[in-house]
């Protein structure tokens, strides 16, 4: 489904963050990327989703060859890929609702996205709030919610555009040891039952356990592949 190869980043001020590396990721496959603070990890998952574009090496998906071939290209890749970052970036003055129904805007046009949204899309929205326990405070303000909740509305908001491809990044850093569990099992059943391929960044050897396929990460380097 992707397919990494040759990757390699080095930033503007010479950091090597990460030296060439080829991963594949068949379809299906619930992979960890595991390692310490300043291994690499966020770094090829935001080359996966072209947030950073490496500078050397490609990103391969399937059916459309380098997702840096086009803009086109590239957004189709973001449409059908779910990203889960540390920091929830909700919008505060807005409810959990709301917050999770812009993630249905690139289900569709620019210009469909202007008007309300169908109500389709908001049963969509109460369905993945419900999924993250979180339906009973739907109307509430996310400045209101606690850190955890708040990251719990931003898993919400990338599996409501239902994607093929899951990238979390530290999925479960704010929350409580409970919570982490419950969505390290709504991982699992995402993954088993739903067929959704995920990819996940993790210094946590307990949540790296979740995953089919562990990639031990280290100075930006491979160091070693094993499989649950």
């Known amino acids: 489904m992707l397919r990494l190869q040759d990757v390699a980043m080095t ?23 595991l390692g310490p603070s300043g291994a690499g990890k966020s770094t090829l998952l935001r080359c996966m ?20 071939t086009s803009g086109r290209v590239l957004r189709e890749h973001r449409r059908r890929t779910g990203m889960i970052f540390q ?23 620019t210009l469909r996205s202007i008007f309300p949204l169908p109500r389709v899309d908001r049963r969509i929205a109460l369905q993945s709030l419900h999924r993250v326990g979180l ?27 239902k994607p ?3 990238l979390a990044d530290e999925p479960t850093g704010n929350l409580n040891s409970k919570q ?29 356990s979740y995953g089919k396929r562990i990639i031990h990460l280290l100075d930006g380097r491979i160091e070693k592949t094993e499989t649950n």
């Open 11 to 33: 930033y503007p001020n010479g950091v090597a963050a990460v030296m060439p590396t080829s991963i594949s990721v068949p379809k299906g496959q619930f992979l960890v990327l």
């Open 49 to 68: 989703n072209g947030l950073v574009k490496p500078t050397q090496g490609d990103v391969f998906v399937e059916g459309h060859g380098s997702i840096f």
């Open 87 to 109: 920091q929830h970036h909700l919008i505060g003055r807005l409810s959990a609702l709301q917050n999770v129904l812009l993630g249905r805007v690139a289900a569709h046009g």
């Open 135 to 161: 339906l009973d405070r739907a109307l509430d303000r996310a400045d209101q919610l606690s850190g955890g909740q708040q990251q719990l509305v931003g898993i919400a908001r990338a599996l409501v555009a």
């Open 164 to 166: 093929k491809l899951i």
């Open 180 to 208: 982490g569990e419950e969505i390290m099992e709504l991982f699992t059943t995402l993954n088993k039952q739903d067929g959704v391929t995920i990819v996940q960044v993790t210094h946590s050897e307990k949540n790296a």
